[in-house]
DNA sequence: AGATAAATGAGAATAATTATTATTTATTTT
DNA sequence: AAAATAAATAATAATTATTCTCATTTATCT
């Protein structure tokens, strides 16, 4: 058990990590993020275990938001914003992914659809806020 | 006219390009493409006019794939496929875009919708077929 | 304990993209 | 039309995100 735990210790800091934030963030943000708590986490370990834990379908990609891969702990079809201005991506739990069309897609083309991905870009609240403060 | 055609030259032949292939290419493939016709046009010509386009609305990023970023000369919202095996993205046109849902969002979060992105992935129909052959 | 296997750290290597600078080409002014 | 100014480009250097290498640590198996 304490053997075990020890083993996976790290790699087990950086999926926790990615399940408690919101953040969708990329792999350098989540070793930023591990400073605190695993300062002995290298950056290299950061991205070779995103790797395999999207390899083993623990995690998604969301593709890259400014140049840099964000990813997702939670697998489940579900709609994502990301906002021009800053860079944030969030969820939108109100909107419902259209995975009927997958089927659509699959019957007009002869592809095989194992996934989806719907995103809505613009503005983030508070992006949007400050664009209105500096036209008024 | 003569004079002003001239200016624009190269410039109007990678706008061109991009809308003459179905393949949405990234701006190596660009480069590529267009060696046949305008070989004496540098890639960081394509890379300078695309984020040029871009910036203009003239066309569009479908993300990257593969770590390369790929354009898309349609700006009209339509919904894309992508191979996960060779990389292949192609259009969806039989799947109607769910512009509605953006109102939603909006409603619901705060933000500012400006663009929509679905994005469909699995294996194409000749990646599909291989498949089948490895595995017979 | 000794041997084998897995995980990691540190930094080098790679690949896509962007920035720089000199040069060419076009436009405007005189 | 010549000179001056502005825009576009080529070539390549620089940057950035990501992956790879390899020596070292750490754990597991015998």
Redesign the pocket.
């Given at each position: 058990m304490e053997?075990?735990t020890?083993?996976?210790?790290?790699?087990n800091a950086i999926l926790t990590c990615l399940r408690g934030t919101m953040l969708h963030p990329?792999?350098?943000m989540v070793y930023e993020m591990l400073q605190e708590t695993n300062p002995?986490?290298?950056?290299?370990?950061v991205?070779?275990?995103l790797?395999l834990f999207r390899s083993q379908g623990l995690i998604q990609s969301l593709g890259?938001v400014n140049?840099?891969?964000r990813f997702d702990a939670d697998t489940h079809p579900h709609v994502h914003f990301v906002c021009t201005e800053c860079g944030a991506v969030m969820d939108l739990p109100q909107v419902e992914p259209p995975l009927s069309l997958g089927a659509a897609a699959e019957e007009s083309t002869g592809c095989q659809v194992q996934g989806c991905q719907l995103t809505f870009t613009g503005l983030c609240g508070s992006c949007k806020s400050k664009m209105k403060e500096e036209t008024s």
């Amino acid at each position: 058990m304490e053997a075990t735990t020890k083993q996976f210790r790290k790699r087990n800091a950086i999926l926790t990590c990615l399940r408690g934030t919101m953040l969708h963030p990329s792999a350098e943000m989540v070793y930023e993020m591990l400073q605190e708590t695993n300062p002995d986490i290298s950056l290299a370990t950061v991205y070779r275990n995103l790797a395999l834990f999207r390899s083993q379908g623990l995690i998604q990609s969301l593709g890259t938001v400014n140049g840099s891969e964000r990813f997702d702990a939670d697998t489940h079809p579900h709609v994502h914003f990301v906002c021009t201005e800053c860079g944030a991506v969030m969820d939108l739990p109100q909107v419902e992914p259209p995975l009927s069309l997958g089927a659509a897609a699959e019957e007009s083309t002869g592809c095989q659809v194992q996934g989806c991905q719907l995103t809505f870009t613009g503005l983030c609240g508070s992006c949007k806020s400050k664009m209105k403060e500096e036209t008024s």
